[in-house]
T-cell receptor, first 109, second 111 residues
Framework: KNEVEQSPQNLTAQEGEFITINCSYSVGISALHWLQQHPGGGIVSLFMLSSGKKKHGRLIATINIQEKHSSLHITASHPRDSAVYIC???????????FGKGTKLSVKP | NAGVTQTPKFRVLKTGQSMTLLCAQD?????MYWYRQDPGMGLRLIHYSVGEGTTAKGEVPDGYNVSRLKKQNFLLGLESAAPSQTSVYFCASSPLEDEQYFGPGTRLTVT
């Protein structure tokens, strides 16, 4: 069983829709990261959180430590949001990041 | 600031050849990492460094060596390349255990 599971694997949405990507993990963690990988391959950190909720523009990330679950929400989605969104947790014996396989999002105009 | 840069961007090697990938960061970050990304899998940590002169093994270190002689540079070496090392390699850096800044990646093909 993977330590970090994301759902869905693929997601297609129409422009303007509200989008939710989920991340569940099975290890104790000190922090959870959301990253965005552009179609060209570059990876950008979106959020790092250890409790509660963070908001940046149209993106919102939440985490429930008790349920070992995090969500990434995108409001008023736009084609430029099309990317792979990756969840990663800092945990395990070495304390390094453990990555999910990513959710590929495609937003159609 | 250039952020995190990687050299080269693309490389094709024959089995058994050696090469070194260079990662450089200009943000004075203590921590640096080398990851590989393969289709259908999450990023996997190869080696990492928590400071100049230190290195440690990650999840998939076999077949790779690293060095961090200068704080700003982290080198990844393949002594005898194998087809299983065909992958996209990402370097990242971070100020301690904080958000990581990634390089643009190096696409390596071993034939």
């Amino acid at each position: 069983k993977n330590e970090v599971e994301q759902s869905p694997q693929n997601l297609t949405a129409q422009e303007g829709e509200f989008i939710t990507i989920n991340c569940s993990y099975s290890v104790g963690i000190s922090a959870l990261h959301w990253l965005q990988q552009h179609p060209g391959g570059g990876i950008v950190s979106l959020f790092m959180l250890s409790s509660g909720k963070k908001k940046h523009g149209r993106l919102i990330a939440t985490i429930n430590i008790q349920e070992k679950h995090s969500s990434l929400h995108i409001t008023a989605s736009h084609p430029r949001d099309s990317a792979v969104y990756i969840c990663a947790v800092r945990g395990g014996s070495q304390g390094n990041l453990i990555f999910g396989k990513g959710t590929k999002l495609s937003v159609k105009p | 600031n250039a952020g995190v840069t990687q050299t080269p961007k693309f490389r094709v090697l024959k089995t058994g050849q050696s090469m070194t990938l260079l990662c450089a960061q200009d943000m004075n970050h203590e921590y640096m990492y080398w990851y590989r990304q393969d289709p259908g899998m999450g990023l996997r940590l190869i080696h990492y460094s928590v400071g100049e002169g230190t290195t440690a093994k990650g999840e998939v270190p076999d077949g790779y060596n690293v060095s961090r002689l200068k704080k700003q540079n982290f080198l990844l070496g393949l002594e005898s390349a194998a087809p299983s090392q065909t992958s996209v390699y990402f370097c990242a850096s971070s100020p301690l255990e904080d958000e990581q800044y990634f390089g643009p990646g190096t696409r390596l093909t071993v034939t």
